[in-house]
């Protein structure tokens, strides 16, 4: 089965500066890959997702890149805020997304 | 609409107990699946639910099984709860082949 792998587990960065977070996975037929945002004490929340047939995908201060070749996508975020501070998971799965399986996670903490 | 909702919201029971967790995904959502999150394991893919039929299953033993409904709720159970099953338990609900959104959870200790 998939095998996801997040790295780094924990992430501190100053406000302003940039944060990225990179995952690799094992399964060549996996197709969809969504971040999740998961703040202390609240269920995960979609961020940002990407397909398989794009290679980057960008809304407002998130970014993700996905490299299918190698097997490994990775998070952006700019212009780190003090709220961006949270647990960072990534994912990947296949078609129906019935077997999504999650990275270890990321703990970001960003000081004002 | 309104989000997934899981029942209960925290659970306390003992060490050879059963316990029964209940989702109720979003209105249209098919599909429901179940992790279990814990500190050190992170997010653990239990297994997922599409139409009444489990399509997948990750790497529990037995003791953890599910269900889903003809109104797409679903049910996870547990049976002889060991102390290492204390986890918060996640369902997520999609429609079919799209993004998964989480319930609160269901924190579950046992004792």
């Known amino acids: 089965g998939e095998n996801v792998e997040q790295h780094p587990s924990t992430l501190s960065v100053q406000e302003g500066d940039s944060a990225v977070i990179k995952c690799t996975y094992s399964?060549?037929?996996?197709?969809?890959f969504p971040w999740y945002k998961q703040e202390l004490g609240k269920r995960p929340q979609l961020i940002i997702d990407?397909?398989?047939?794009?290679g980057e995908k960008k809304d407002q201060r998130i970014a993700v890149t996905l490299n299918k070749t190698a097997k490994h996508f990775s998070l952006h975020i700019t212009e780190t805020q003090p709220e961006d501070s949270a647990v960072y998971f990534c994912?990947?799965?296949?078609?129906?997304?019935?077997?999504?399986?999650f990275g270890a996670g990321t703990r970001l903490t960003v000081k004002p | 609409k309104a989000g997934v909702t899981q029942t209960p919201r925290y659970l306390i029971k003992t060490r050879g107990q059963q316990v029964t967790l209940s989702c109720s995904p979003i209105?249209?959502?098919?599909?429901v699946s179940w992790y279990q999150q814990t500190p050190g394991q992170g997010l653990q893919f239990l297994f997922e639910?599409?139409?009444?039929?489990?399509?997948n299953k990750g790497n529990f033993p037995g003791r953890f099984s599910g269900r889903q409904f003809s109104n797409s709720r679903s049910e996870m159970n547990v049976s002889t709860l060991e102390l290492g099953d204390s986890a918060l338990y996640l369902c997520?609900?999609?429609?079919?082949?799209?993004?998964?959104?989480f319930g609160p959870g269901t924190r579950l200790l046992v004792l």
């Open positions: 997520a609900s999609s429609p079919s082949q799209e993004t998964q959104y």
């Open positions: 399964d060549s037929a996996s197709n969809y």
């Open positions: 990407i397909r398989s047939n794009v």
């Open positions: 994912a990947a799965s296949g078609y129906n997304n019935n077997d999504m399986r």
């Open positions: 209105s249209g959502h098919r599909s």
């Open positions: 639910y599409f139409s009444e039929t489990q399509r």
